[in-house]
């Protein structure tokens, strides 16, 4: 990302990222127990911590998180400042919502819905990585874009403050390495688009109750195939 504008008159840039992810887990007997395990393992409170960890270290102030939670739902607000304030009106948001699909047969579907607001001169992207890594997403889903404009000393206006090149130079390149990505933007407009999906499925990695070394080769291929479909019809928003 390359910084394009010097010489700051007015800004009332307005930058905003969504981010859906999905983490499927497969579940051969009795589901509550590890739906307990997965609502502890990625909790919205870890997924806060993570980004707030991240925000602070970019120098911002967390000023104020609201919480609430459901049956199958959590939900956080967390605004942040690069200044020291109380007035939430003023400030960057991050929303965090989780959702946990649980009546489908032999899966778990976890999906994290992140969508944060920053103004001004403040980057929206520096928490992308992070959140990927953390949740170890199947699935990912990336929005980005950029509205309002900053007029410089001269009357000269423009309409983002950087060069953005890829969404993919967000995201650290090892972890990279695990999806096949996919994008598509409208750099013109400052809409930016990137789809990510695991490229290789490890059954370890995905099975929650069973022991794979008791599994035989039919066993995997039927956990293998239903990890698939359900990556696959995500992915694509298109039933298999």
């Not at 992810?21 to 409170?45: F, P, Q, R």
């Not at 060069?163 to 994008?183: C, G, P, Q, R």
Request: glycine share 2%; charged share 30%.
């Amino acid at each position: 990302m390359k910084e394009i504008i010097k010489d700051l008159g007015t800004n009332n840039l307005t930058k905003i990222l969504s981010v859906n992810l999905y983490k499927i887990i497969y579940v051969d007997g009795e589901k509550k127990n590890c739906k307990k395990a997965l609502e502890e393992t990625y909790s919205v409170k870890k997924i806060m911590d993570t980004i707030c960890s991240v925000l602070q270290n970019d120098g911002l102030k967390i000023v104020n998180i609201y919480e609430q939670k459901d049956l199958n739902e959590e939900f956080i607000v967390v605004s942040f400042s690069k200044e020291s304030t109380t007035n939430t009106l003023n400030c960057n948001q991050i929303q965090i919502h989780t959702v946990i699909e649980d009546n489908i047969e032999n899966l778990i579907v976890m999906r994290f819905d992140i969508e944060e607001i920053v103004r001004k001169d403040n980057s929206a992207l520096s928490i992308l990585s992070d959140i990927i890594e953390m949740i170890n997403a199947d699935i990912v889903f990336v929005d980005y874009h950029v509205r309002g404009f900053i007029q410089d000393s001269t009357g000269r206006k423009y309409f983002n403050d950087s060069e953005i090149y890829s969404m993919k130079d967000f995201i650290n390149a090892d972890l990279l390495t695990k999806y096949d990505a996919h994008e598509m933007n409208i750099s013109r407009s400052n809409i930016y688009h990137l789809k990510l999906v695991v490229n290789k499925i490890n059954i370890k990695d995905y099975i929650a109750d069973l022991n794979i070394e008791e599994l035989n080769v039919q066993d995997e291929f039927k956990i293998k195939r239903t990890l698939n479909d359900e990556i696959l019809t995500i992915f694509t928003n298109k039933n298999s």
